[in-house]
């Protein structure tokens, strides 16, 4: 395996922080276009992503999958449930920062790599190892203490998990690259989400309409805001291992755990702190054993390894499957690139 120049993964680096930063800033945008609804929100977002995305295609001149994508009525029925469940985690997102639930939104993704574990093991007959099995079930108390604190089961975040979790287990049968993936999810959104704000301002409540030029630019820039970060995750996917990812994905719930708590000045009695620890303690527990097995494989490449220099292509075979499951076992659950 060779290694990337440090120029490009420090590259690859940069704009992994811009990505995952910028979905943790995400509950300092959402705010600034009320009195727009929420759902008024998720519709111009559908619209005006599209719109950036394309215009990103075209001036790459990457459409070629379109029309691949087009004779494959599977993988476009995929891409149907994949709209769909986006459309409910980022609406539900979106009312939960404009209705002061920025910190439960966050432990949504907190505990979103429990679910997606969850979801291989019941969908997948995947094989845990006991440390992810324990994981899972400090993960489950976690939400037994939280139910408890809130007095209800905590139903945005375990909305945004599961959601999230479903995207991804589809995003990965669909195998579509970011933006590609985006253009076609928002593409079959695009005219329900024209249809309803067409129907708001049919009804004289479209803010879009009301509130001047600058409130309308907002509501168009959720097109950039959601594109923006989708862009600089790509870049970044194809400079570091995806064990940086896997562990770079954690800064976007805490920037939005964080802006809850000292920005928007919400709520943590004890309950909901010791709900929070112990899934800090599950993610912990995820990512030392994640660690711990890739040390195991990677000191299972340095045998087949050694026989590289006699030209044996079985072993150079060897080790590359090797490294590649040791870097994919080191990402813990593989990041989804597109976020709320």
């Known amino acids: ?13 940069l704009n992994g922080f811009a990505a995952y930063g910028m979905w943790g800033l995400f509950p300092l945008y959402f705010p600034l276009l009320k009195p727009a609804g929420p759902f008024e929100v998720l519709a111009h977002r559908m619209v005006w992503s599209l719109l950036v995305v394309a215009l990103a295609l075209l001036v790459l001149r990457r459409w070629r999958w379109a029309g691949e994508l087009l004779r494959q009525p599977r993988r476009l029925a995929l891409i149907a449930v994949a709209a769909a469940v986006i459309a409910v985690n980022w609406g539900v997102y979106i009312w939960a920062v404009n209705n002061d639930r920025v910190v439960e939104a966050s432990l949504g993704y907190f505990i979103n790599p429990l679910v997606t574990i969850a979801m291989g093991v019941l969908l997948l007959k995947e094989r845990l190892r006991p440390v992810q099995w324990a994981a899972v079930g400090v993960g489950a108390a976690a939400v037994v203490v939280l139910t408890v604190g809130y007095g209800r089961p905590p139903w945005i975040s375990l909305i945004l998990a599961f959601s999230f979790a479903t995207y991804g287990l589809v995003k990965k049968k669909v195998n579509l690259s970011g933006l590609e993936s985006l253009a076609a999810e928002t593409a079959l959104q695009f005219l329900p989400a024209t249809g309803y704000l067409i129907w708001l301002a049919s009804h004289g409540d479209a803010t879009v309409l009301t509130e001047g030029p600058g409130h309308a630019a907002m509501l168009a820039g959720t097109g950039l805001v959601t594109a923006l970060p989708l862009i600089c995750f790509g870049a970044a996917a194809i ?4 064990s940086t990812l896997g562990l770079l994905q954690y800064l976007a719930p805490v920037f939005q755990f964080l802006l809850g708590i000292l920005y928007f000045g919400e709520a943590m009695p004890p309950e909901r702190w010791a709900g929070f620890a112990l899934v800090w303690l599950a993610l912990s527990l995820l990512t030392w054993d994640a660690l711990r097995s890739a040390r195991r494989l ?3 490449v340095s045998r087949p390894a050694a026989t590289l220099a006699t030209g044996t292509t079985s072993a150079a075979r060897k080790a590359e499957s090797v490294a590649q499951k040791a870097e994919s076992v080191a990402a813990g659950p593989e990041p989804v690139d597109a976020k709320p």
């Open 239 to 242: 400079r570091v291992p995806l």
């Open 1 to 13: 395996m060779t290694e990337k120049p440090s120029a490009e993964r420090r590259i690859g680096l």
């Open 298 to 300: 990677r000191a299972e």
